[in-house]
């Protein structure tokens, strides 16, 4: 009974903050003056600046998605499956642009290339005007949303080869070389993960404001964040975010269809051991020098040019005394948004992993459709829902930051502790209450400390993106609650190159340190007990 | 000329010793049953033939040919003219009976109404022509065993490898496809190293039983 009861009220929770603000601000949309009304949509329908729109967004997000499928399937194998040297620390480097706000990328593209950048007094005017024509637009867009969304299908497929049953691949070496074997074995059972990857790059690209905002690209974010920001205008704002909503239903409805049942659970295959490396051999140098140079190219150099532009002590300084209370209070909200989406989420894959209630499958899915949905949408619902006089205690507070953070990131978290729960044998809680042990000591003393890697790996992702979140937070802060990534996204305009390199550097460091201690204070204890 | 001839051949896993200088040589249409309990070496001497792992020591011949030698693979096994049954059977999930067939053929490039022969005729041998469209999950735990031994066998191999394939299966199965292995041993006239753990299944199976423990061949045999 108390699991039964304690399982509906999180339900009911996820119904509240995920749920009904999507629902507020369809209905707000489709109400003028009190009464129903499609208006706006047929203004939609009719506008050419949003057929416009449309055109971009789309075109945008499908050559993203071409480019990271077609280049991080490879990528992930040569990572995932090869003998490649330091391949752990590459994928480590590639991954970076993921776990950082995606403007950064932006920032130090433009501080490299731009008019005024490093490289002008290098290659003249001449040059700089051609990068910048091609940076602020269509194609820098692309490559910068490369850079970033390029981790999903490598990490995916990496993740997705781990699952194969290495026997499967042995009855292929039997007749043929590795490539007639990743072409006729391997590529077909790890489809499922690509088309994962292909459908996550494209409804992130699709809806990712502050690059194409940065870079001056009009696509449906820009237009929404712009319309609600600038103009106040929330039907217009509504208006350009119901299509991406409605292309983010499509999609999930389609990966409900065809792919739920094969992503669903990932286990690693019982005989890892004798999993395989296709040895590089004499290529082996040539692969390493061209995974090299890519890590260079996408990840480093940008990240070297932050460092370069913010060198001094003085930019420090000025960042600090201009954002270190943002710092702080991105610090803060980032710990308590993990936290509770490490709690939320544990409940909510218990639920979708057990089936405990017959309502599993609608659960998972609203979860993943809030956090495919754009980020401007979201923080348009949550205002439409709780910016009201008897919930300014929420609206009115950082509450309303976390209870963003909750609405689109449960997904993660949750999806993270189903996989976790489904490698532990369910005979571990039948035995606790076999002893007699309540369903809340079983999840206390049983499964959480069994799930306890999985929910250390929801707790990592749910600050990543907790502390990285620049679109919800910049529609609903409250005043004086502004975190870094929006501190910095409001410095941009005014702020100078060397001020907002520092404070992007800020931003990584507060990124990544606490992800590094977190992992390697548990693995250090390891290796001390071993000795 | 030995279809396979191992020589003191020596393998170790992180440290701990699978397999301690053994010899073992098989002959054209014979039916070597090895047997032994759990991790007494009797896998690794499968995957070393195939050629999935190197021995640390000793070398191992194929028709003659030296295939493997201290710690080197100097053949990798798409060379090696081997069948192989998996005691998982690794039917590939993705592909028909058909395909999982095909895929070998193809790849030794054979061309499509020579693949298509072949396929026929193995899968007729095996009584599973009916079923040639179907996936792997849509098929009974016997049904699957008989693809996995007609995937092996389709390419007409010299040396057949059986890893425990029969272990999963009821008694009334296991009886039956022995039947079956042995038929086809007759029609087809493979060589063959079955490995288990079953005495009786050994018993029924082998023109000679090794039996091995502890990484070292205890007793050799010709069966009754």
């Known amino acids: 009974m108390a699991k039964r009861g304690f399982l509906v009220f999180i339900v009911l929770l996820l119904l509240v903050i995920a749920a009904m603000p999507v629902v507020s601000m369809l209905l707000e949309s489709v109400m003028v003056n009190a009464r129903l009304s499609f208006a706006p949509y047929a203004g939609l329908m009719t506008s050419a600046h949003q057929w416009t729109l449309m055109g971009h967004s789309t075109a945008l997000s499908s050559l993203v998605t071409l480019l990271t499928v077609a280049l991080g399937v490879p990528l992930g194998i040569v990572l995932g499956k090869t003998d490649l040297p330091l391949r752990r620390l590459f994928a480590a480097v590639f991954v970076i642009p993921l776990l950082i706000p995606p403007y950064i990328i932006a920032i130090s593209w433009s501080d490299l290339l731009g008019r005024e950048g490093l490289v002008a007094p290098v290659f003249g005017t001449a040059f700089t005007e051609s990068a910048t024509h091609l940076l602020f637009g269509l194609p820098g867009c692309v490559a910068v949303l490369f850079t970033i969304f390029l981790p999903i299908p490598m990490l995916l497929t990496m993740i997705f080869l781990r699952t194969i049953d290495p026997h499967l691949e042995e009855a292929g070496r039997l007749v043929t070389g590795w490539r007639g074997i990743l072409k006729g074995i391997t590529l077909p059972l790890i489809l499922p993960g690509i088309l994962l990857s292909a459908m996550l790059v494209f409804l992130l690209s699709l809806g990712e404001f502050s690059v194409p905002n940065f870079l001056r690209y009009d696509v449906f974010p820009v237009e929404s964040f712009v319309q609600f920001s600038a103009f106040y205008d929330f039907r217009a704002a509504t208006a350009a975010a119901v299509p991406l909503a409605a292309i983010t239903l499509i999609l999930l409805l389609a990966e409900a269809v065809f792919l739920r049942d094969k992503t669903y659970e990932l286990h690693p295959s019982a005989d890892a051991g004798q999993r395989r490396e296709i040895e590089l051999g004499t290529r082996r140098r040539a692969w390493f020098v061209l995974v090299a140079v890519a890590a260079v190219a996408l990840v480093v150099l940008p990240l070297v040019v932050l460092l370069v532009q913010s060198a001094g002590l003085h930019a420090y300084t000025e960042a600090l005394s201009r954002a270190g209370a943002s710092l702080m209070r991105s610090l803060i909200y980032a710990v308590i948004g993990a936290t509770l989406l490490t709690f939320l989420g544990f409940f909510t894959g218990y639920l979708v992993h057990t089936k405990a209630l017959r309502v599993w499958r609608t659960v998972d899915s609203l979860t993943i459709f809030v956090f495919a949905l754009p980020s401007t949408v979201v923080g348009i619902g949550l205002i439409s829902l709780w910016n009201t006089p008897w919930t300014n205690f929420i609206y009115g507070t950082p509450l309303i930051i976390i209870v963003g953070y909750l609405a689109k990131y449960t997904a993660l978290t949750s999806r993270i502790s189903a996989a976790r729960l489904a490698q532990i044998s369910p005979s571990m809680e039948e035995a606790a209450q076999v002893c007699g042990a309540g369903w809340f000591r079983r999840m206390a003393r049983i499964v959480a400390p069994l799930a306890r890697r999985g929910l250390l790996a929801a707790w990592t992702v749910g600050y990543i993106f907790s502390l990285r979140d620049t679109g919800i937070t910049m529609l609903v802060y409250p005043a004086g609650h502004e975190t870094l990534p929006v501190r910095i996204f409001t410095l941009m305009a005014n702020g100078s190159q060397q001020l907002i390199a520092a404070l992007c550097v800020i931003m990584i460091i507060a990124t990544l340190l606490p992800v590094g201690l977190v992992w390697m204070v548990p693995a250090m204890r390891r290796s001390q007990a071993i000795k | ?224």
């Not at chain 2, 299966?169 to 007759?186: C, M, P, Q, S, W």
Request: glycine share 8%.
């Open chain 2, 1 to 224: 000329m030995s279809v396979v001839d191992i020589d003191s051949v020596s393998k170790s896993y992180d440290g701990e010793m699978a397999l301690d200088r053994v010899s073992l040589q098989v002959e054209q249409t014979e039916r070597v049953v090895i047997l032994g309990p759990s991790g007494c070496g009797k896998t690794t001497i499968l995957r070393l033939i195939a050629g999935f792992i190197a021995p640390d020591a000793g070398s191992i011949c194929i028709a003659g040919e030296l295939v493997s030698r201290d710690g080197r693979i100097l053949k990798p096994p798409e060379e090696r003219d081997l069948g192989m049954v998996f005691q998982d059977l690794a039917l590939w999930p993705h592909l028909s009976v058909a395909g999982n067939l095909e895929f070998g053929l193809k790849a030794k490039g054979m061309a499509r109404r020579q693949r298509k022969d072949a396929i026929d005729e193995m899968l007729k041998l095996v009584g599973m022509q009916a079923l040639a469209h179907r996936r792997p999950s849509e098929l009974s735990g016997g049904q699957q065993q008989r693809v996995a031994l007609a995937r092996a066998l389709v390419l007409q191999p010299k040396l057949l490898l059986m890893d425990e394939p029969l272990s999963s299966l009821d008694l009334d199965l296991n009886l039956r496809l022995r039947k079956e292995i042995l038929r086809l041993h007759e029609q087809l006239g493979f060589s063959m190293i079955h490995v288990t753990h079953d005495r009786d299944e050994a018993l029924e199976l082998a023109t000679r039983m090794v039996t091995m423990n502890a990484g070292h061949i205890e007793d050799e045999k010709a069966a009754r």
